[in-house]
């Protein structure tokens, strides 16, 4: 299955140059047209990104960049992960984007054989797990490209990717360092 389905659009016969305008031919009820295929909510593995779907929508427009951000509370100065609308901490709603390390390593991985999420079918097998970002700080769970998963070990090196998920949104995943 293809997971960038295109939006089917309704052409209309254009009118040749200087024929006489006939009678439309009356017109049966036209069929909702759906702007493109819309996966079931809990079927759709990747969230929502622009800014009328989620106020984290400057995350998405970040990786979109080839920046991986995160929030930062202007208060407690807590770096969140996720990134949050809302400090976690003091509840505070003023945040600041930050920019996180591009680097880290592998905690901890393990590899997707079957069973995996609608659209990802023709990948199987991959590898998905935690990577400690440079520093330390924080712990983020995603695919690990580069390698078959059977020579991933832990504390390779890695570094953060962001990649276009075919449908016009875009998200992180982490690729082994040569
Ligand atoms: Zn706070």
Do not use: N
């Amino acid at each position: 299955m293809s997971a960038g389905t295109r939006p089917r659009r309704i052409s209309t016969a254009p009118t040749a140059p200087g024929s006489e305008p006939t009678p439309a031919p009356p017109t049966p009820e036209p069929a909702p047209v759906r702007p493109r295929e819309k996966r079931p909510f809990l079927l759709d593995f990747f969230p929502l990104e622009t800014a009328d779907q989620t106020r984290l929508s400057p995350f998405f427009d970040h990786l979109r960049a080839g920046k991986l951000t995160t929030t930062r509370c202007r208060k407690d100065h807590s770096v969140h992960w996720p990134p949050r609308t809302a400090c976690p901490q003091c509840h505070a709603e003023e945040l600041d984007w930050v920019d996180l390390p591009d680097t880290g390593t592998i905690y901890a991985f393990s590899a997707v054989l079957g069973g995996a999420p609608l659209g990802m079918e023709d990948e199987v097998p991959f590898a998905v797990g935690l990577v400690d970002l440079e520093g330390g700080s924080l712990r983020l769970f995603g695919r690990i490209e580069g390698r078959p998963w059977t020579e991933l070990r832990i504390g390779q090196a890695v570094r953060v990717e962001p990649y276009d998920v075919g449908d016009g949104r875009f998200f992180y995943r982490f690729r082994v360092v040569e």
